[in-house]
T-cell receptor, first 113, second 110 residues
Framework: DVKVTQSSRYLVKRTGEKVFLECVQD?????MFWYRQDPGLGLRLIYF???????EKGDIPEGYSVSREKKERFSLILESASTNQTSMYLC????????????FGPGTRLTVT | RKEVEQDPGPFNVPEGATVAFNCTYS??????FFWYRQDCRKEPKLLMS???SGNEDGRFTAQLNRASQYISLLIRDSKLSDSATYLC???????????FGSGTKLNVKP
C-alpha cells in the first residue's frame, strides 16, 4: 500500500508567520502534489512536482512556494501566512507514468489567526 | 462553467437501497476518470477508476458515457458505512490537469 504522511494534522499560526508543511511518501513515486480544499470549492492544485528539484505551478500558486530536494519529500511553504490561507492542505502522489490514480496524505488543517 | 460538476446532495437513503450519482465534465479531451470517497475531515481515498466503458467492484459500479460527457457511480445494497462524500475526478492525461468535483454527500440511514 502507498503511504503518504504529512507533518501535522492540525496547525495554528499567526498572520505573517512563515509556515512549512511537509509531505513524505514511501513508494518512490515521481509525481507529488499540493492541494487545498475549501467548502464548496473542491480541491484546487497549488503546485506539483514531477521530479527532484522540478516543480510546476498549479491553479493557485500565489502566496505559496515548494521545495523538493529528495524524491520522497515535498514541502509547501507559506512565506507570510494570511487568514485567507486557512484551509485543509492535502498532499498527493501518483506512480509511474501512464497511471493517474492519486493517493492522498491525511491532510493538514491550517488555521491562520 | 466548472470543469466537473456534481450534485452536492445530500442523498438520504435507507440501508439496502440502491443509489446513483452522476458527474458531468466539460472537456471532451478528458481521458481518465475516478471516483474517490472522502469521510468527514479525512483525506480522499480512491474508490474506483473508470478507464473505458465501465467498471464494477462488488456493490459499486462506475459507468462512463463519453458522448454525453458524464460518469456515474451506482451503489447497490447500501450500508451505513457507505455514508461519505463521493468525489468525481477527471484527468486529461496530464499531471497538472486533474479536475475535482465538489462532491456528493451520501447519508445511509438505518
Amino acid at each position: 500500500d502507498v503511504k503518504v504522511t504529512q507533518s501535522s494534522r492540525y496547525l495554528v499560526k499567526r498572520t505573517g508567520e512563515k509556515v512549512f508543511l511537509e509531505c513524505v511518501q514511501d513508494m518512490d513515486h515521481e509525481n507529488m502534489f499540493w492541494y487545498r480544499q475549501d467548502p464548496g470549492l473542491g480541491l484546487r492544485l497549488i503546485y506539483f512536482s514531477y521530479d527532484v528539484k522540478m516543480k510546476e505551478k498549479g491553479d493557485i500558486p500565489e502566496g505559496y512556494s515548494v521545495s523538493r530536494e529528495k524524491k520522497e519529500r515535498f514541502s509547501l511553504i507559506l512565506e507570510s501566512a494570511s487568514t485567507n490561507q486557512t484551509s485543509m492542505y492535502l498532499c498527493a502522489t501518483t506512480g509511474a507514468s501512464g497511471t493517474y490514480e492519486q493517493y492522498f496524505g491525511p491532510g493538514t488543517r491550517l488555521t491562520v489567526t | 462553467r466548472k470543469e466537473v460538476e456534481q450534485d452536492p446532495g445530500p442523498f438520504n437513503v435507507p440501508e439496502g437501497a440502491t443509489v446513483a450519482f452522476n458527474c458531468t465534465y466539460s472537456n471532451s479531451a478528458s481521458q481518465s476518470f475516478f471516483w474517490y470517497r472522502q469521510d468527514c475531515r479525512k483525506e480522499p481515498k480512491l474508490l474506483m477508476s473508470v478507464y473505458s466503458s465501465g467498471n464494477e467492484d462488488g456493490r459499486f459500479t462506475a459507468q462512463l458515457n463519453r458522448a454525453s460527457q458524464y460518469i456515474s457511480l451506482l451503489i447497490r445494497d447500501s450500508k451505513l458505512s457507505d455514508s461519505a462524500t463521493y468525489l468525481c475526478v477527471v484527468n486529461e492525461n496530464n499531471f497538472n490537469k486533474f479536475y475535482f468535483g465538489s462532491g456528493t454527500k451520501l447519508n445511509v440511514k438505518p
